[in-house]
């Protein structure tokens, strides 16, 4: 799983515009997301959990606790999120696709106020974990990728967790790589 990672991290767009990516970005992200649902007991439980995500309102990443559970498993992380930096990773997330950055440039109004929600985000560390630990070990991640200092990636994990719709993270873990 690390080896993947690492390299997904050399080159990231942005998952949820699947269809735009390279042949080479599908593989690694299919890859990555094929891992993370092994490791969370297969596809259809992931994909379970990702519709119990876009289901639950107010948006689970707000959880007071720092924790969303189904019967199939968790996902627990090490800081509350307020809803006030979720909707302004919402707003930053649609520019990320247009400007291959998280980051607004420096002289936009909202640049200190993105680039706060990235500094309070970024140490979170979210836990999946199935239920039952015979179905895998589970996963982490964190919500962003650092590519340098003026560019900030969300990591495709997070994305898929928690904003991409479902159908496209089935097409991620159903593409079939070019051989």
């Known amino acids: 799983m690390y080896a993947i990672m690492r390299k997904i991290k050399t080159k990231i767009t942005i998952m949820c515009d699947f269809n735009t990516l390279s ?44 924790e969303f559970k189904i019967e199939l498993g968790a996902i627990k992380w090490n800081k509350v999120i307020f809803s006030d930096k979720l909707q302004l990773l919402l707003k930053a997330r649609v520019n990320e696709s247009k400007q291959d950055n998280l980051l607004p440039k420096k002289d936009e109004k909202n640049y200190k106020k993105i680039l706060n929600v990235v500094r309070t985000l970024k140490p979170i560390v979210f836990h999946v974990k199935p239920a039952d630990p015979q179905d895998g070990p589970g996963f982490f991640f964190q919500p962003f990728d650092m590519i340098d200092d003026n560019k900030t990636k969300l990591n495709p994990v997070f994305d898929a967790l928690f904003f991409c719709s479902v159908d496209t993270v089935k097409k991620v873990l159903n593409y079939e790589p070019k051989a």
């Open 23 to 66: 042949d080479e970005e599908k593989k690694l992200h299919h890859e990555k997301l094929l891992l993370c649902a092994k490791n969370f007991g297969g596809k259809n439980f992931f994909l379970q959990l990702l519709e119990a995500i876009r289901e639950t309102k107010p948006h689970p990443l707000t959880a007071g606790n720092s």
